[in-house]
């Protein structure tokens, strides 16, 4: 049981790194991280030694994002008053800009076709566990991760030889 | 090498690396002779690689506070959870998944003073999320939880004796719900009690049960289970849980 604990923290660094990505915003990543820690120390008689923790953390932490985002669109909207994480960093050098336009368009992006992409893209899972993770179909996680990089590419093209901007 | 049967799902598994070689051999052949599509691929490898560049930091970033005390704090404090629960199935018939095997009757009680124990020590820690709806909402905190465990529960008072209430929580609990209500007093030493409904309908005495600094009392009243868990002594514990009692008593 000391061992679920270990491997729990051991993904940490991973799950903060989704959460960001999921969220935009670096406090709310964390909580997110945090309550899906407890969670899943909550649930660890759900989770079986030789099946993938990861795939496990991250259908616990979308499950509870979805949940957030929906409190989040029936409730009053809370924004981060000083988030300087996500306002710093847009004033960096180009290359960063470049970074942050990307970010704000992901953010974009509807929820699902967000989630189908990250978990691809920046986790690397396979589409088979893209599929138990987010407990739809196969053929919804093509068509989601097709959607979603149209959408950006729509916006990388509309601006060749020039920096990713967001046209709003 | 059929060009045609490539399709959108192929192109977008051929940029993530997910398709086996004779498959990959044949797009490149597809993206060779069509280089509107060789366009499109390296659009979308460009997007994963800027997405993968742009959140990559996170991994390097020191973990906060709250993680860091996670591993120290938590790790050794379920370990020591594990041994109370191990020293408790010492007779060698029963291990941690006796809920599968054993007869309901002795499980409930072993199952209470697990998921109470567990419940105890990974909440209690919390500095942010020791609850899910504070004191400060107690009416609130009350009409929630008797609504989702579909009877009328209270959260006892213990000022008495010198803990206030801070706030409550719901838990799964073998595909029930159970409460936690959580207690702290001046010193901030923080009390659970862990109330979970049971068909069992039996009523048993006051048991003690204690493993390093965690002691903890559980009884069965009726259709419920309680355990009142904390690092006080015995005395002191059982002086709470005999306010609990009283208070709770239907």
């Excluded at chain 1, 992901?106 to 893209?130: C, D, F, M, N, P």
């Excluded at chain 2, 007869?103 to 409930?108: D, F, L, M």
Aim: hydrophobic share 45%; charged share 25%.
């Amino acid at each position: 049981m000391e061992d679920i604990a270990e491997q729990l923290h051991a993904q940490i660094p991973r799950l903060r790194r989704y959460a960001r990505a999921l969220t935009g915003n670096a406090v709310r990543a964390d909580d997110l991280v945090q309550d899906c820690l407890e969670r899943a120390l909550s649930r660890r008689d759900q989770w079986r030694p030789d099946s993938d923790l990861r795939a496990w953390l991250f259908t616990i932490m979308h499950n509870l994002h979805i949940n957030a985002v929906r409190r989040e669109r029936n409730g009053p909207q809370f924004t981060e008053l000083l988030d300087e994480d996500n306002y710093v960093a847009a004033y960096a050098v180009d290359g960063q800009l470049q970074l942050r336009d990307l970010e704000t368009a992901l953010l974009r992006l509807a929820e699902e076709q967000r989630t189908v992409l990250l978990l691809v893209a920046i986790e690397e899972l396979s589409y088979a566990q893209v599929s138990v993770v987010l407990d739809i179909p196969v053929g919804t996680v093509m068509s989601r991760l097709h959607r979603a990089r149209e959408r950006l590419r729509g916006l990388m093209a509309g601006n060749k030889g020039q920096k990713l901007r967001v046209i709003s | 090498m059929t060009n045609e049967a490539v399709n959108d799902a192929e192109l977008h598994a051929y940029v993530d690396g997910q398709l086996d070689t004779a498959r990959r051999r044949a797009v490149e052949a597809y993206l060779a002779t069509h280089p509107d599509e060789a366009e499109r691929v390296a659009q979308y490898q460009q997007l994963n690689s800027a997405l993968r560049k742009l959140y990559e930091p996170v991994l390097n970033e020191p973990l906060p506070t709250r993680f860091r005390n996670q591993k120290t704090r938590k790790t050794y404090r379920l370990a020591w959870v594990a041994s109370v629960i191990v020293s408790l199935f010492a007779g060698g018939i029963i291990g941690w998944q006796m809920h599968v095997v054993t007869a309901p009757r002795s499980a409930v009680p072993m199952a209470l003073i697990q998921q109470a124990a567990f419940a105890h020590v990974v909440y209690t820690p919390e500095v942010r999320h020791p609850v899910e709806v504070t004191a400060a909402e107690e009416a609130h905190l009350v009409a929630w939880l008797s609504k989702r465990m579909n009877t009328s529960i209270r959260a006892p008072q213990l000022q008495k004796a010198g803990f206030e209430l801070v706030g409550g929580r719901l838990l799964p609990a073998d595909g029930r719900m159970a409460a936690q209500f959580m207690y702290q007093n001046s010193n901030g030493v923080r009390l659970t009690l862990y109330v979970r409904r049971d068909a069992m309908n039996s009523t048993t005495a006051f048991r003690y049960i204690q493993q390093d600094k965690l002691n903890m009392f559980y009884w069965v009243d009726g259709s419920f289970g309680y355990a009142l868990s904390g690092e006080i002594d015995k005395a002191k514990l059982s002086q709470v849980a005999m306010l609990v009692h009283e208070q709770l008593e239907r």
